[in-house]
């Protein structure tokens, strides 16, 4: 049987006018905590977070139109091929996206669309962005995100990120922590996560410290019959170690393209993820993977214009900012210090919404998975809301 976490807030976009509007986001995080199935799972996720769930499908409803051109005619009949797929390959996944549609009193089909949000977004282009991706530091699309994952000379592992995303999609950020009951004979691991609401992977990890985070990669292609990014992302975090993740995600290939990049005590590898296949990003001589919004690995037949073109800037002043000096003192602190970072402003490391920079830092996270302790600072790391710890 599942058990809930108390509901903080209620706060969810809405539509106005044809456009999309976010109230102001509260001043704390809906924090759920649940074991069971995962259908159950699903059904108490939706249930405490049935607002935010409703405010993600009307984000993204809004998003794939302005972003990828796409009505969401279209993305019902993408959505539609993905679902028998589903069923077959990972029905426990997909009985956790019907217990959150029904504990969320919303049609199963859009909460399917929100787990394969990526693959729509990044993959399925059929026209231009709507907003500018010029080569001037302000005239960008969407997305942002700077991860570094290092295996300072302490020892310890560290995963850590900014995540950038629309302003708009902030509110319907929750936290999950979940005992997910695999049946007779199967025990899978207590993780925990912030997500957006309806999407049951994201960026987190578990109690064996198997982490991961997400970079969006925009390269068109998808292949509906493999594994959804969110549902690769939910895969590590219910594995017991970087190796087995990574064997289950080959085994039956991504969807789209996304780098995820994971880790363990042994250190951290960086995945880059096309629909036709993969190429691992091992850790440099310093024991780092630095990754922002572009492959930075040779892909053989695979179309990715580039769409934000601050993303190698990033990747190469991360590299610069995160020095042997501060691997020796790696922490919570000094780590979250690299993601205050404001060169190439406001499309920085620290990035904010403001202008045609159509994204913000809308949260950090510092995993230290050989202590399987981490914590989320919401809001950009210069203007932290809230603080949250997760560990076991």
Request: some cysteine; aromatic content about 8%.
């Amino acid at each position: 049987m599942w058990y809930c976490g108390i509901q903080l807030s209620t706060l969810h976009p809405h539509l106005n006018n044809g456009k999309f509007r976010a109230r102001e986001h509260s001043a704390r995080m809906i924090d759920i905590t649940v074991a069971g199935t995962h259908r159950e799972i699903g059904f108490a996720v939706g249930r405490q977070a049935a607002k935010q769930v409703a405010g993600s499908i009307a984000f993204y409803r809004y998003f794939f139109k302005d972003f990828s051109g796409l009505e969401w005619s279209t993305v019902q009949v993408k959505t539609r091929e993905f679902v028998p797929h589903l069923k077959a390959k990972f029905p426990s996944y997909y009985e956790e996206i019907e217990g959150i549609a029904e504990g969320a009193a919303v049609d199963v089909l859009d909460v399917v669309a929100l787990n394969i949000r990526s693959e729509i977004a990044f993959g399925l282009f059929e026209a231009e962005p709507t907003r500018p991706t010029s080569t001037t530091s302000v005239e960008m699309a969407v997305d942002g995100c700077t991860a570094l994952g290092w295996k300072t000379p302490g020892g310890s592992t560290f995963l850590s990120q900014n995540w950038d995303w629309k302003n708009e999609q902030k509110p319907n950020l929750i936290i999950v922590r979940a005992k997910p009951h695999g049946g007779p004979g199967i025990d899978l691991p207590a993780f925990q996560m912030i997500t957006e609401a309806g999407i049951i992977g994201k960026i987190g990890f578990n109690e064996h410290g198997v982490g991961c985070l997400l970079n969006g990669i925009r390269a068109k292609g998808v292949n509906s019959e493999r594994m959804p990014t969110h549902f690769a992302l939910r895969t590590i975090l219910e594995s017991r170690s970087k190796r087995e993740a990574l064997k289950k995600i080959k085994s039956v290939g991504l969807a789209g393209s996304s780098h995820i990049l994971l880790g363990d005590h042994s250190g951290p590898t960086g995945l880059e993820c096309t629909s036709v296949g993969f190429r691992e990003l091992p850790a440099d001589e310093y024991g780092r993977v630095v990754h922002a919004n572009n492959l930075i690995l040779d892909h053989e037949g695979v179309l990715e214009p580039l769409w934000l073109v601050d993303s190698p800037k990033r990747t190469a002043r991360m590299r610069e900012l995160a020095t042997l000096d501060v691997g020796e003192n790696a922490g919570f602190k000094s780590l979250l210090e690299l993601f205050k970072d404001e060169q190439n402003f406001p499309s920085s490391i620290n990035r904010k919404q403001i202008g045609k920079n159509d994204s913000g830092t809308l949260f950090n996270v510092v995993f230290d998975l050989t202590e399987r302790k981490g914590i989320i600072s919401i809001g950009r790391t210069t203007e932290i809301e809230e603080q949250i710890e997760i560990g076991f």
